[in-house]
């Protein structure tokens, strides 16, 4: 296959590091790589997951010794050698090989790395580019990486499946359910894509959930918020099928630190699924980077059962300035 521009060819290693789940190679991030001579590529890969080789060997073990004279199309820098470190260094596979050019999007944000790798490559005689137009690509493949890296704590997410009214769960505090089973579906396979999934203690009081992946996939890490209500032993979320770490974090500043655990654990990327309390606490101390909101067609508000509270059959959906209008006859 040939290709054409510089652009197109780390686009190319995006998308074979995209093919890769997202959890395969966690707490390491994903990469592709992609190696190009005269205009054909002649090696590529990605890195499948954790302990198994990186992007950049595997693209080299396919070109052979075509690599040399070869550039390297990768999604980040490729790793530098430092003490501890348990992969050989990709940066020294590169030079050894002979590829005389090396473009990537981003410097690898390990600070035991930044720049090093590409230093290490252009001391032995290769050319190295940056694309600074790919470095949100970059960072939106690896957002739990970057934000171990950079900020020493995971990327936060929170979830809510909320009704139109804005409620999480109907007057007596059921949940189950709030979203229908699309929705659920689509929450299971969001935790297994994710390291580590948290809730308070009166989610666990509550509702017991057992916070799995429900078979969608590997489960993630479970995380609880303990209060001053005792937490049952036999609760789900203690029960074998993964395991779960129990923090007492009251305040913003012991969140922040009970954040910082998770990422010395490799958790890069958290799903705070609530609940309201919870979320409260993390939005107050400045905790949440994004969010993932299902809103059911229904009005829990007085309602006992969420199953049986009154439900818009045929929602219309306006978008008007920044809001949404979604209007409906009930049923
Ligand atoms: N629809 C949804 O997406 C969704 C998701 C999850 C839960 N829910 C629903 O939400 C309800 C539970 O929510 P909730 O608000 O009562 O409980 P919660 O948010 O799950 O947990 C709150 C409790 O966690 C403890 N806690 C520990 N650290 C805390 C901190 N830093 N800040 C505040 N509290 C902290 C406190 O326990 P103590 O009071 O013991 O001190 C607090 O009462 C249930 O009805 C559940 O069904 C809905």
Redesign the pocket.
Request: hydrophobic fraction near 40%.
């Given at each position: 296959m040939s290709l054409a521009t510089d652009r197109e060819c780390l686009a190319r290693a995006f998308a074979l590091a995209r093919r890769v789940h997202p959890r395969a190679t966690s707490p390491n991030p994903r990469v592709g790589c992609v190696l190009v001579k005269g205009g054909r590529i002649i090696g590529e890969g990605a890195h499948l997951g954790y302990g198994q080789p990186h992007a950049e060997p595997v693209a080299l073990a396919r070109a052979g010794a075509r690599a040399q004279g070869a550039t390297a199309f990768i999604t980040m820098e490729p790793c530098a050698p430092f003490p501890g470190k348990r992969n050989p260094s990709c940066a020294k596979a590169l030079a050894d090989a002979g590829v005389s050019r090396v473009v990537c999007a981003a410097l690898d944000p390990n600070p035991k790395v930044a720049g090093r790798g590409l230093a290490l490559l252009r001391r032995a005689g290769a050319k190295t580019v940056r694309l600074p137009e790919f470095q949100t690509d970059a960072e939106e493949l690896n957002r739990g990486f970057y934000s171990r890296m950079r900020r020493g704590r995971p990327w936060v997410i929170l979830?809510?499946?909320?009704s139109l009214d804005g409620?999480?769960?109907?007057a007596n505090?059921?949940?189950?359910w709030?979203?229908g089973q699309a929705a659920r579906a689509a929450v299971h396979r969001m935790r297994a894509e994710l390291d580590a999934i948290l809730?308070?203690?009166?989610?666990?009081?509550?509702?017991n959930?057992a916070l799995t992946a429900h078979g969608a996939g590997r489960n993630p890490l479970r995380v609880v918020?303990?209060?001053?209500?005792?937490l049952p032993r036999r609760a789900r979320v203690f029960d074998a099928s993964a395991p779960t770490v129990v923090?007492?974090?009251?305040?913003?500043a012991?969140?922040r630190a009970a954040l910082q655990d998770l990422a010395r654990r490799g958790v890069g990327t958290l799903l705070v699924?609530?609940?309201?309390?919870?979320?409260?606490?993390?939005l107050r101390?400045g905790l949440v980077d994004e969010a993932r909101v299902?809103l059911a067609p229904k009005l829990l508000s007085g309602a006992l059962d969420p199953n049986a509270a009154p439900k818009i059959k045929t929602p219309r959906v306006a978008r008007l300035g920044e809001d949404w209008l979604i209007t409906g006859v009930l049923s």
């Open positions: 979830k809510a499946a909320l409620r999480a769960a109907a505090g059921k949940s189950r709030v979203t809730v308070g203690s009166g989610t666990v009081l509550k509702d959930p918020l303990a209060g001053r209500r005792p923090y007492r974090a009251r305040t913003s012991a969140l699924e609530g609940g309201p309390t919870i979320h409260a606490a993390f101390a299902f």
